[in-house]
């Protein structure tokens, strides 16, 4: 029976215990007792060293279970002190499309290496899986299943999924093709079972196919097993020619990549496939600048409809103080002309910028990429994005609010206090970034940690907060300017 008692830390020190004793037989049965996805968990906590020694004393069976799980690190490691015989008995252990899966994310070296290893078989079947663009159903699918015949009979049939058992992938439902490898049916394993032996498989399977061609989008591919409640879909070319299988283990990859990109993209994020501290700090930024900066700039309609209407209300007089240039400004004219216009920019961006690291890092959460223990690392990689991400925002701010004035007062911008206000939203917004950022990331970890759902903390509760923390550094940031420089 298999075993999950354990943590990862500690099933890693187990077996690395065992090897050290060089009780290798111990440690083959203790493999027997986890499963694959544990056991790499489990020894991903090693050095890499020890996870390469263990990896060559396991049987090669097992290994082609477990590597599919390490991450792209490990596996680029691994592959990098591997001979070209070794590479090759691994990846024969390996379906096809979990090959492909691997090669698509490691370094081009490293996939030369591989495929320089594999059989010439191997090759073709990897190669007719790349050609296909990515996120259709030709680039998630297996290639290793096994395919009936019209004019075979149940023994022939059973007879060849035995003889594929190790190669194919383990499904319930087997596709019926003709002479000319055109899709004609389904069979299943239980129709197969319950049949007589010299039954013709034509005459007990099903001519009813739900199936995909190779260039259906992957999230059409999800839907249609979620809609028909099937397992294993068939995909077929433009002649109607079976090529492949999805089984819903493909499916469920699929869904969770799917998932991340409309939770980006509801976040404000251009989407990235990587784990959180895989992703480089510049590829953070460029994936939240550009709606930063969207956002940020469309504020300034919400910006100019508060100046119509305070204007509406009567401040002509103010402005015509400001163009003849007197010595003293009506605090009050400085705080409800110039700085409350700006307030729905500051908060708006702020509010932003914490929605995104708070989405990144419930994501991060639910997925195990991160861990509470994470957090001081956390910490340091969303100062330096938000830091770069402020620079940028207030660059560009700087701009927006030169045209505003330029337009407002007619090209006389020459006044003291509008530069004061200029380097008022400049500081308040660096400070009102970082620290929303920080504030985001912060709240999800602490609420995993008190064993809360951290999306609790990534809704209202944060929104308010950034609010209000924006709003008070905003107009404290003006105060040591209107009232200590002036």
Not at 338 to 349: W, Y
Request: hydrophobic letters at 45%.
């Amino acid at each position: 029976m298999r075993k999950q008692n354990l943590s990862p830390d500690k099933l890693g020190e187990l077996l690395d215990d065992i090897l050290k004793t060089n009780n290798f037989n111990l440690y083959r049965e203790t493999l027997k007792d986890y499963y694959p996805a544990d056991l790499a968990d489990a020894l991903s906590s090693l050095p890499i060293e020890r996870i390469i020694i263990a990896l060559r004393i396991m049987p090669t069976e097992d290994l082609g279970e477990i590597f599919p799980f390490f991450n792209n690190d490990i596996q680029e490691e691994i592959i990098s002190s591997y001979t070209s015989l070794e590479i090759k008995e691994l990846f024969d252990q390996i379906f096809t499309d979990d090959i492909v899966e691997i090669i698509e994310e490691l370094p081009a070296d490293i996939v030369e290496k591989i495929l320089r290893a594999t059989t010439p078989e191997s090759r073709l079947q990897i190669n007719s899986i790349l050609k296909y663009q990515v996120n259709t159903a030709g680039s998630i699918m297996s290639v290793d299943y096994t395919k009936l015949h019209l004019d075979w009979t149940v023994r022939e049939a059973i007879n060849a999924i035995k003889k594929e058992r190790e190669e194919a992938e383990e499904v319930h439902y087997f596709f019926v093709v003709d002479d000319l490898n055109n899709l004609k049916g389904v069979v299943e394993l239980k129709t197969l079972f319950f049949s007589k032996s010299d039954q013709l498989i034509k005459d007990i399977m099903d001519d009813r196919i739900i199936l995909a061609t190779t260039k259906t989008d992957q999230e059409e591919v999800a839907n249609m097993f979620k809609k028909y409640d099937v397992t294993t879909l068939p995909i077929i070319n433009s002649q109607n020619k079976l090529v492949g299988i999805i089984t819903v283990d493909d499916v469920l990859d699929v869904l969770e990549e799917e998932a991340t990109e409309d939770i980006h993209k509801m976040a404000g994020i251009s989407p990235v496939e990587d784990e959180y501290f895989k992703t480089s700090i510049w590829k953070m930024v460029k994936s939240r600048i550009i709606w930063l900066l969207f956002l940020m700039l469309s504020a300034t309609i919400t910006q100019v409809i508060i100046l119509v209407f305070l204007n509406l209300y009567g401040v002509e007089d103010q402005i015509s103080a400001i163009k003849t240039e007197k010595a003293n400004f009506s605090i009050s004219y400085i705080v409800a002309i110039l700085l409350t216009p700006l307030l729905t920019v500051i908060s708006g961006t702020t509010g932003n910028a914490s929605s995104q690291s708070s989405t990144m890092i419930v994501r991060s959460l639910s997925l195990k990429e991160i861990e509470p223990k994470h957090y001081l690392k956390v910490l340091g990689k969303e100062i330096c994005v938000s830091s770069f991400l402020a620079i940028i925002l207030i660059c560009v701010n700087f701009v927006r609010m030169i045209i505003i004035y330029a337009v407002e007062f007619k090209g006389d911008i020459n006044q003291k206090v509008l530069w004061y206000v200029i380097a008022t939203i400049s500081i308040a917004m660096f400070l009102s970034i970082v620290f929303s950022k920080v504030i985001g990331a912060t709240l999800p970890i602490i609420a995993k940690k008190i064993k809360m759902d951290p999306a609790i903390m990534a809704g209202p509760l944060l929104t308010t907060i950034v609010d209000a923390l924006s709003t008070t550094i905003f107009f404290s940031i003006g105060m040591i300017f209107f009232f200590v420089l002036i």
